[in-house]
């Protein structure tokens, strides 16, 4: 592995789909994914920036609003790939039907983690002099949901899957940035819980957005509503740059305190995969390695 690693070193990220891992670098992303017949499906793509043509949205706060938009679109099409990948070719969707799946998750999770909360804490706020008060009140409300529903859906056979494939995409990425050698056994090691995850970058998002919200105040319902629609892109540059600093400086005191809870919750959504697991986010690992190694020096 050592000669064909680029000379930079990236922070490298990735999201556990279907039976199956996707893994990023900087300008290529790559899925494994493994198929009924236990073969592995391996394919990768280049990560199409807007921020390569406009320097500004390079900046901080900016890049976090861009990264949250690719993460988005590349994980879409990943989850896209692996659900057809891990089903039998007689059940695979079409893209008009996973559009509309995903459009509908979407809606649902604004609905409920989003609208819904600010639709009942306007009620509370009638109640609660201190619109301060009512809004930590939405926020921790709305941690509260978020746990839950981590939980109750963890019960899932199928989830508990993905969250197996979590913890291997975390584990391997731990073996890279150790400089281990990619192999299951090596790989298995590490811990599945890691500072740059999504889980983190979501409950960070949750605590900054009682922040936001607070200066908001108590406005009416289709405001208070809006507001928390309209403020997401503003909240998700801050958390990324938050998230950022962390994983930049876990020996800080202060950054670990910071980062802490997020790693308590990768407890709830990644567990301990197996080695067959394993082998597929080091199958999509290694793709992105290979295609990196490829491109010119100045642009790995």
């Known amino acids: ?134 809004n930590v009140m939405e926020g921790l409300f709305r941690v509260a949901l978020f746990l839950g529903y981590l939980v109750l859906v963890g019960r899932a056979k199928e989830v508990r899957r993905v969250f197996e494939y979590h913890g291997a995409e975390h584990k391997t990425i731990a073996a890279y940035e150790h400089d281990k050698t990619l192999a299951p056994e090596s790989v298995d090691l590490y811990s599945t819980l890691h500072p740059r995850c999504g889980t983190n970058f979501l409950l960070i998002v949750m605590v900054v957005a009682i922040l936001v919200f607070a200066a908001f105040g108590n406005p009416g319902l289709w405001w208070r509503i809006g507001s928390r629609i309209v403020a997401i892109p503003v909240i998700a540059g801050l958390a990324f740059e938050v998230l950022r600093l962390g994983a930049r400086h876990e020996g800080s005191p202060i950054m670990r305190a910071v980062m802490a809870p997020g790693l308590w919750l990768q407890k709830i959504t990644t567990k301990p995969p197996d080695m067959g697991e394993i082998e597929v986010a080091i199958a999509s690992f290694n793709e992105v390695l290979r295609r990196e190694a490829q491109l010119p020096a100045t642009e790995a």
């Open 1 to 134: 592995m050592g000669d064909d690693r680029p000379a930079a070193r990236h922070s490298y990220g990735g999201q556990a789909v279907m039976e199956g891992v996707m893994m990023r670098g900087r300008d290529v992303w790559a899925v494994a994914v493994r198929r009924p017949d236990r073969s592995i499906h391996i394919e990768s793509h280049d990560v199409h920036s807007i921020a390569k043509r406009f320097r500004i949205l390079r900046k901080p706060f900016f890049r976090g609003i861009i990264a949250l938009g690719q993460a988005l679109a590349i994980g879409v099409k990943a989850l896209s790939i692996s659900a057809n990948e891990s089903s039998p070719e007689d059940v695979h969707l079409s893209s008009r039907q996973m559009a509309l799946s995903m459009v509908v998750a979407v809606v649902l999770f604004v609905g409920i983690f989003v609208v819904g909360p600010a639709i009942a804490f306007r009620w509370v706020g009638h109640r609660v002099e201190s619109s301060f008060l009512v």
